[in-house]
């Protein structure tokens, strides 16, 4: 069974930095473009960040790109996401995401197999 | 970017309904359209990808249909469990997600 966990969420002031981390298990991690995807309080879902299997493709939101990194590291099945000059709207549930495959460019399997329970990040100004 | 929206954004029904949700994209994204539900308090849970194709394990009262620009999620008959938000998603070009519907109890 699929099982992600998030942790690094905290409160932090506006233009501070934060890292995020996920934690995989139960699949074969290196095979898999994994993904940050954040949910304001009360809100809707937004696509923040992805990363393709090898690594080599990486794409981001406009709202942060710029401002955040994703990182990935099978050796210790880890997710990152290092975020910088933080701003308030960047406040909210920030979950790590397993795709179905494994590049980033449109195919049949980019959709969101898996989700973690989220890891919670509040910008004060 | 990808524009994703949904209507109706708030939806009351009974339990045995039939519920359809609408979801347009601002461009064609193909078949390349997932739906998730998500209870409050919980992470979404992929229902539907590639338009019409059900995970396994969801209930067959689900269905998705669409290509292009505009798509439907269908529940036949609306049971306890169902009331929750619903996205839809299009992954033709990186990723967007619709808006939400949320399923309340009539």
């Known amino acids: 069974e699929v099982h992600l966990v998030e942790s690094g969420g905290g409160s932090v002031q506006v233009g501070r930095s934060l890292r995020l981390s996920c934690g995989a298990s139960g699949f074969m991690f290196e095979n898999y473009a994994m993904h940050w995807v954040r949910q304001a309080p009360g809100k809707g879902l937004e696509w923040v960040a992805g990363?393709?299997?090898?690594?080599?493709?990486?794409a981001f939101a406009d709202s942060v790109r710029g401002r955040f990194l994703i990182s990935k590291d099978d050796a210790k099945k880890s997710l990152s996401l290092q975020m910088s000059s933080l701003r308030v709207e960047d406040t909210g549930l920030y979950y790590c995401v397993k795709m179905a495959g494994w590049d980033l460019p449109p195919g049949e399997l980019n959709y969101f197999d898996s989700w973690g329970q989220g890891t919670l990040v509040t910008v004060s100004p | 970017d990808v524009q994703m929206t949904q209507s109706p954004s708030t939806l009351a029904a009974s339990i045995g309904d039939r519920v359809t949700i609408t979801c347009r994209a601002s461009e064609n994204v193909n078949r390349w359209l997932a739906w998730y539900q998500q209870k409050p308090g919980k992470a979404p849970k992929i229902l539907i990808h590639?338009?019409?194709i059900l995970k396994p394990g969801v209930p067959s009262r689900f269905s998705g249909s669409g290509s292009g620009a505009e798509f439907t999620l269908t529940i036949s008959s609306l049971q306890p469990d169902d009331f929750a938000t619903y996205y839809c998603q299009q992954y033709n070009r990186f990723f967007t997600f619709g808006p939400g519907t949320t399923v309340h109890i009539k």
């Open positions: 590639k338009a019409s």
């Open positions: 990363i393709s299997w090898n690594r080599e493709s990486v």
